[in-house]
């Protein structure tokens, strides 16, 4: 059994930064892919960036751009059995709970809610 505690959301003004983390409990994650979700209010959960074990990642297309880098980058702490979530430039549309994720056995943590507004 994992536990999966996220934390670092909060208020913060467009263009500003925040930078979420998972800390992993019960058992090593460092094994397996991990995940950062979103739900905004009235839409479906997404997928924001995942992480594999050997430390591949992929983003959705909402968090990066066509022409430059990424908002949004996740990487991970196998030594602090934690993953990160980095955000930059945040828009009010990147308001949302965002979850960890663990889909080898679909553990979910309870989300830490991320505001963006001036």
């Known amino acids: 059994q994992v536990q999966l505690m996220e934390s670092g959301g909060g208020l913060v003004q467009p263009g500003g930064s925040l930078r979420l983390s998972c800390q992993a409990s019960g058992r090593s994650v460092s094994f397996y892919d991990m995940a950062w979700y979103r739900q905004a209010p009235g839409k479906q959960r997404e997928l924001v960036a995942s992480?594999?074990?050997?430390?591949?990642?992929?983003?959705?297309?909402?968090v990066k751009g066509r022409f430059t880098i990424s908002r949004v980058t996740i990487s991970r702490d196998n030594a602090k059995n934690t993953v990160y979530l980095q955000m930059n430039s945040l828009k009010p549309e990147d308001t949302a709970v965002y979850y960890c994720?663990?889909?080898?056995?679909?553990?979910w943590g309870q989300g830490t809610q991320v505001t963006v507004s001036s």
């Open positions: 994720y663990e889909p080898m056995y679909d553990y």
């Open positions: 992480i594999t074990s050997g430390g591949s990642t992929n983003y959705a297309d909402s």
